[in-house]
Structures are given as structure tokens and as C-alpha cells.
């Protein structure tokens, strides 16, 4: 929303009108001249940062990534909690692959999206696309490591068949059954076999522990709630629930109202940590 009509002045009036303009060529998909309208309002007020995100915005949808970048970081300059910017700013940094600092401002922008509305839809959206580059930073990372793990494995197995050989080289008319020296050289690589794969545990898809779930979607939490029964849920979805079902706890059936509703902080932290170590973990349906 653009500031109270009552109190503005000709110019801010004005940049108000080519605001309320450039939403109306946006909304028909006529982005340069959305661009032209809001380039005209920051001209008359340039300390507004709605103007900024919403051209930003018009970048975005041009695939202008270095215009998103550069409106983002003005917007967030005027307002540091701008969702809409931090948002856009880590799209923008993904595209130039700057994974690290891409994920910074889109999990700034989900905290400040859970702060200031978390049933809305943006919040989904941006944990989408802060999941979906955390996956795809994760498959980077893994598939580097699989393939250290493969070359050290491959090296371990032939250092083993070589000192196999030697071992039989220097024994060779001593020992009374040949075969104990196979079996035991099978052994040891069977042995090796396993702390590979020991070693690529973290890497391998497997089910989410039940209690890093939200009860009723089954999905791994986000922002955690507890209430007052001791059940933990996804925020958003119990305050769905809450709005369209009835105001009781799907599980317990125990009435419940939204102010009851605590945040699992520990929950929370247990979710982090399992995703740091196992980063499939954050694979949806849409990456």
C-alpha cells in the first residue's frame, strides 16, 4: 500500500497515480510500461521502496536479473524488512550462481514472510525456492563427494588385492590351505565395502524421522508450533485448519485457539540440524 492519501503532497500524489498505473500494465503482462510508470514514481519520490520492489518485480519477469539485483538492494537500503526485496534479491543471486549469498536473503525473507504473515502465500512460495536451492546446492556437494568416496574406495580396493598378491607371493608353498587367505582377503574387502557405505549414509535418501513431521501433511516442519496437548504442526497448516475445520487440535480434539499456538524452538533447531546433514531432505515435489 502506497502512504495515506490525506497526507500527501502534489509529486507524492502523483508517483501514487503511475504506482496504482504501472499494477494496472502489470497485471495485463505489459511490463515496460509497468517499468516506464514506476521508473516515473521513483523519480518523484525515490525513498518509497514499494516502487523499487515493484519494478523489481517487472526485471524479474523479463528475466532482468541484474536489474532485480540492483532495485532489491535500493528497496532494502529504504526498508531492511522488505520481504518482496530480500525475496527477489535471492532469486536474483542464484542466477549468478552465488548460491551462499542467494540463500542468506531468501531465509531472510522467509523469517521476516513468518513474522509479518505466516498464512501467506509468499511464505510458501519462498520456501519453495530457498528448499529448491538448497536442494540443488546439496546434489552439487553430494555428487563430489560420492565420486571422492568412489576414487578413495576404488584405490582401497586395489591396495588390498596388491598386498593380497604380495602376501601369497611371499607364502607361496607355506601355507597348508590357500583358500584361508582368500577367504580372509574377501573378508577385508567386504570390511571396506562397509565403511564406504557408512560414509555415504548422510547422502542417501531414507524416511524423515517421524517427529521432525508435521502431523497432519506428513511433511518435514518448517515452522513448527506446539499447543497446549503437546502436538507440534506446521504453522500455517494448523491455522488453516483452525480457520476452515473448527478451532480444536486435529489429533486430540482438545479445543485450541490460535493465540495457544507456541513455537517449538527445539523442534525448529532439530530440523535445521537434520537438514544441514542430510540435505535430500529437502527435495519437493516442485524441484
Not at 35 to 62: E, F, Q
Not at 135 to 152: A, D, G, H, I, V
Request: aromatic share 8%; hydrophobic share 35%; glycine share 4%.
Amino acid at each position: 500500500m502506497g502512504p495515506g492519501v490525506s497526507a500527501l503532497s502534489d509529486e507524492e500524489k502523483q508517483a501514487e497515480k503511475l504506482r496504482l498505473e504501472g499494477n494496472k500494465c502489470f497485471s495485463k503482462d505489459r511490463f515496460q510500461a509497468a517499468i516506464d510508470a514506476y521508473t516515473a514514481a521513483i523519480t518523484l519520490c525515490p525513498k518509497v521502496p514499494v516502487y523499487w520492489t515493484n519494478r523489481a518485480l517487472c526485471h524479474r519477469r523479463r528475466n532482468d536479473w541484474t536489474r532485480v539485483e540492483e532495485d532489491s538492494r535500493k528497496a532494502i537500503q529504504l526498508d531492511h524488512y522488505s520481504v518482496k526485496a530480500h525475496y527477489m534479491l535471492g532469486l536474483a543471486l542464484l542466477q549468478k550462481q552465488e548460491y551462499s549469498e542467494g540463500v542468506k536473503e531468501l531465509e531472510k525473507a522467509l523469517d521476516l514472510g513468518r513474522g509479518a504473515n505466516p498464512n501467506g502465500y509468499m511464505v510458501e512460495e519462498i520456501w519453495e525456492e530457498l528448499a529448491k536451492a538448497k536442494y540443488l546446492e546439496w546434489e552439487e556437494e553430494s555428487t563430489q563427494r560420492s565420486w571422492e568416496l568412489q576414487s578413495l574406495k576404488e584405490a582401497c580396493e586395489e591396495a588390498l588385492k596388491e598386498k593380497h598378491f604380495l602376501d601369497n607371493s611371499e607364502t607361496e608353498g607355506f601355507l597348508d590351505d590357500p583358500i584361508v587367505s582368500i577367504v580372509s582377503h574377501l573378508q577385508q574387502l567386504e570390511l571396506l565395502g562397509q565403511v564406504f557405505q557408512k560414509a555415504a549414509e548422510d547422502d542417501t535418501p531414507s524416511e524423515v524421522p517421524d517427529y521432525l513431521c508435521c502431523k497432519i501433511t506428513l511433511d518435514i516442519l518448517r515452522d513448527p508450533v506446539i499447543t497446549p496437548s503437546g502436538v507440534s504442526y506446521e504453522r500455517a497448516v494448523l491455522l488453516d485448519h483452525l480457520e476452515k475445520v473448527g478451532n480444536f487440535d486435529p489429533i486430540t480434539r482438545e479445543p485450541l485457539e490460535p493465540s495457544q499456538l507456541v513455537p517449538n524452538l527445539a523442534i525448529k533447531e532439530a530440523v535445521h540440524a537434520y537438514l544441514d546433514k542430510h540435505g535430500w531432505a529437502y527435495k519437493t515435489e516442485s524441484n
